[in-house]
């Protein structure tokens, strides 16, 4: 099944290249904002999931095209996002030792939207392509062998990043909470409709252009050791969500403009701009380019606020 929400937060789910409003059918779930809504759904699934399908079934769709979408979880308790979490193609000798981050529920935004780059003076602004699990029920020290039970679905995610902040060692919170940094959707797929979430290619687009394609095969730590980790330092509910990893070599500098595309296998298209009020510009080249020119760092600012003087 493929839950969304669209116009007004109406819930809808996805058939085909329709989308049948289903918000009677869940209108006994209490609820004062979209985001309760969607996280008492999640946690009464099983008791949900028949009166949803037969509401589908029913309903009359409307193109996808008409209307628009909006974040299926706009605002989880907890976004944990896994840092240094794939094997890079091969270039890592051996896993990171396993570490997250938290993102901030407010950095959410949903297809359509437009990620904007703040006044700050960072190096570089990423976003790096993801595949994230969305929680299905609450998780508390939750061992690897049960961890999968947990998972109540998929979607695409972008973790944004504002690089190079000071002071040096202490920019977690600066770099990836950020407003509109936290791009997902366009909309969540139910853990039964995706077999195998360690055999999924993810695809990146920057105007067109193809920078991020691999293989979530490539991650270091499995989700289910990622669920036991994280639920062993804070729990986890439902509707919460806990973003994979990147493989970093395809990053590039999002900057004014750009139209972004990420398509991971099973998930749909996640579609946003990005807006940079002082237009800001970095040359067009990925991490992979520059480690094969031999060229330290990341990209370097080309011209703009806070270009490096000459």
């Given amino acids: ?35 309760e809504l969607i996280n008492g759904l999640i946690a009464r699934f099983a008791e949900y999931r028949r009166p949803l399908e037969e509401a589908a079934a029913r309903g009359k769709g409307i193109p996808v095209a008409q209307v628009r979408i909006r974040p299926p979880v706009p605002k989880p308790y907890n976004i944990v996002a896994m840092a240094v979490n794939y094997m890079e ?11 997250a981050f938290h993102k901030s529920p407010h950095a959410v935004i949903g297809d359509g939207d437009t990620m904007i780059l703040p006044d700050v003076p960072a190096t570089i602004f990423e976003g790096e392509a993801e595949m994230a699990l969305v929680i299905g ?13 947990y998972v109540f679905g998929y979607l695409n995610f972008i973790d944004g990043s504002a ?46 252009t193809l920078k991020q394609n691999f293989n979530t095969s490539d991650m270091a730590h499995k989700i289910p050791r990622c669920i036991e980790w994280v639920s062993s330092i804070h729990p986890l509910e439902p509707g919460d969500v806990v973003a994979t990893g990147t493989n970093h070599r395809g990053l590039s500098g999002f900057q004014d403009g750009d139209r972004i595309e990420l398509e991971t296998e099973g998930l749909g298209r996640l579609r946003f701009n990005v807006r940079d009020d002082l237009k800001r510009t970095w040359a067009r080249e990925t991490r992979l380019d520059r480690q094969e020119k031999k060229l330290e760092g990341t990209t370097p600012q080309l011209t703009g606020k806070y270009a490096p003087k000459s």
């Fill in 137 to 149: 029920k609450r998780a508390s020290g939750v061992p690897a062998a049960e961890a999968m039970s």
């Fill in 1 to 35: 099944m493929k839950l969304l929400f669209f116009d007004d937060f109406k819930l809808g789910i996805l058939k085909a290249d329709a989308v049948v409003d289903v918000s009677d059918a869940v209108k006994a779930i209490p609820h004062n904002a979209p985001h």
């Fill in 163 to 208: 690089r190079g902040l000071l002071p040096p060692g202490n920019t977690f919170y600066q770099m990836k909470s950020r407003d509109t940094f936290a791009p997902m959707g366009p909309y969540l797929v139910t853990a039964d409709e995706v077999p195998d979430p360690h055999k999924l290619q993810i695809r990146l687009w920057v105007n067109g």
């Fill in 89 to 99: 193609d091969g270039t890592r000798s051996e896993p990171a030792p396993i570490n």
